[in-house]
């Protein structure tokens, strides 16, 4: 009887779980990212705390804010250049339509083996531009459609960013409390090891947010050495968008790829060239190889299972699984190793005292 009962309260624990998960399934990444952001701010949120005289609300209400500034300032920036630039589309757009292409850039005939045709094609297209909107335009209302949905799962992951930054107020405020009962759980369910795991998984989620912060900062500063070179404008502004863009993956090219774009408008092809060039072979290489070398110093996982963690937990979870997936990897790679090291005889030492 008392095995049924056991097991029944079983059953209802995890029917209770279930259903906790099930009403938190919407909130999920929102929280995976207030936590991720409050444990990596942590230190400042001791410090504020420490100089308000204990007041952790007003604490946690300041980090928040600051936050908010941050992160929301850059992203409406981003919108309304991003707007400016299809407004700025659109009319060129007509305007080719109504005038035709203009003359051809002298460099382009200068262009070796290929100047030739690469003109007689730029004609080409001048004469028939008509007929290539109409033959493009069928493509273009797919384009259409194509950037509406993308522009759906922008608007999604702002609103996910906006309840991040509200419930990262909650996690600062609460955090000791929370953090204990964690603790409790896990020692709970595995006793002797639980501060080693936890240990272990707070290592990982601090030298991925290492990682993350160290790559956005290299690839700040030879983005804004590249701005400055080839002579943008606003290259220090540029370089702090090219630092919050470079926490997402594929996101500095959305800094340089326009400033190439306006190197060319401005017939200064030398410029957008070295720049084009700067971008893929620097800026946006910097990630590939500087992440996974921070996120692994220091540890004890082998680099190979960093790159894994990495790259496959962005293929699985997307950016959540930059942090997930060498969390995940750094657990199973210790929880196997300990496996192996249980189950090792243990070899008997000589006793050097007889003879």
Same mark, same amino acid.
């Given at each position: 009887m008392f095995s049924n009962d056991r097991l029944l309260g079983q059953i209802l624990l995890l029917s209770l779980l279930g259903a906790c998960l099930w009403v938190l399934a919407p909130f999920m990444t929102a929280l995976f990212w207030a936590a991720v952001l409050a444990f990596a701010s942590w230190p400042v949120m001791q410090m504020l705390t420490r100089a308000l005289k204990g007041n952790a609300s007003l604490a946690a209400g300041l980090l928040t804010g600051g936050w908010v500034v941050i992160v929301a300032g850059p992203l409406v920036w981003l919108g309304f250049n991003i707007a400016d630039y299809i407004r700025a !589309?659109?009319?060129?757009?007509?305007?080719?339509? +109504?005038? !035709?292409?203009?003359?051809?850039?002298?460099?382009? +005939?200068? +262009?070796?083996m290929l100047g030739d045709r690469l003109l007689e094609l730029w004609q080409a297209a001048d004469e028939q531009g008509s007929a290539l909107f109409l033959t493009a335009k069928p493509y273009m209302g797919q384009m259409g459609n194509w950037l509406l949905a993308r522009s759906a799962s922008i608007g999604a992951g702002i609103l996910e960013l906006a309840l991040s930054l509200v419930l990262v107020f909650f996690f600062y405020r609460d955090g000791p409390r929370l953090a204990l009962f964690v603790k409790n759980s896990i020692r709970r369910l595995i006793k002797d090891r639980a501060d080693y795991y936890l240990d272990l998984v707070a290592g990982t989620v601090r030298r991925v947010v290492n990682g993350v912060i160290g790559t956005a900062v290299a690839q700040a500063i030879v983005a804004l050495f590249g701005f400055l070179v080839a002579g943008v404008p606003g290259a220090l502004l540029l370089a702090a968008l090219t630092f919050m863009l470079s926490l997402i993956p594929m996101g500095p090219p959305l800094v340089w790829a326009p400033a190439v774009a306006w190197l060319f408008w401005q017939q200064d092809y030398g410029m957008a060239i070295f720049l084009l060039v700067w971008g893929f072979l620097v800026i946006s290489s910097v990630d590939n190889f500087l992440k996974p070398y921070l996120i692994s110093r220091g540890g004890n996982l082998p680099l190979v299972v960093v790159l894994m963690g990495v790259f496959g937990g962005l293929f699985a979870f997307g950016f959540m699984g930059l942090f997930l997936g060498p969390t995940l990897l750094a657990v199973a790679y210790s929880l196997v190793s300990d496996w192996i090291a249980s189950n090792q005889p243990k070899v008997e030492q000589p006793n050097v005292d007889q003879p």
């Open positions: !589309g659109t009319a060129l757009i007509q305007n080719i339509r +109504v005038t !035709g292409l203009p003359s051809a850039p002298d460099w382009l +005939v200068e +262009v070796p």
